[in-house]
């Protein structure tokens, strides 16, 4: 007579995937440990350790995450360790990452892209590099031939 219902745990997705719908739109900041798919529009940053923004996805923001692939829109900065920009990616903003940057033929970016410190040392390249830069033009002191030193004393 009753049915019998599932239990939660059969319901739950433990992916710890989250999906974020084309008809939703979210103003404010979105943080969260998991990984998120936007297919809507987002006004605000967002923290995350994985994201996927789709072709009808949207972020106004900053964007912190471990990995990134866009193939939809970003209007802010990104700060990521791998990012993947899609062929339909439109990005107004400055791209930081540390291990990887993929593009695709057809995206369309607007901004600085910078590969970021993994926290290690300078390399000798790059001290030599800064010392290059730094270094002062030397000015070579005028020589006086002999025969006038012995007529001036």
């Known amino acids: 007579m009753f049915k019998t219902l599932r239990s939660s ?7 710890g995937r989250s999906y974020f719908g084309e008809t939703m739109q ?4 979105l943080r969260s440990s ?16 994985e994201i996927a923004i789709t072709e009808t996805g949207s ?3 900053m964007i912190e995450t471990g990995n990134i692939e866009i193939n ?27 291990n990887t940057l993929k593009t695709e033929e057809g995206a369309d970016i607007d ?21 290059i830069v730094e270094r002062e033009e030397t000015v070579k002191p005028k020589v006086i ?7 001036a004393v």
Request: net charge negative; no cysteine; aromatic share 4%.
């Open 9 to 15: 745990e059969d319901e739950l997705n433990h992916s």
């Open 26 to 29: 979210l103003e404010g900041d």
């Open 34 to 49: 998991g990984s998120i798919d936007i297919a809507g529009l987002i006004n605000g940053n967002v923290f995350v350790s």
């Open 59 to 61: 972020v106004r923001g």
């Open 72 to 98: 939809g829109h970003v209007e802010g900065k990104i700060t990521a360790d791998t990012v993947i920009v899609g062929k339909s990616a439109v990005i107004k903003g400055d791209i930081f990452f540390k």
């Open 111 to 131: 901004g600085y892209i910078k590969r970021v410190s993994n926290g290690k040392t300078n390399t000798e390249e790059d001290i030599t590099i800064e010392q």
């Open 145 to 151: 031939p002999v025969t006038q030193q012995k007529e």
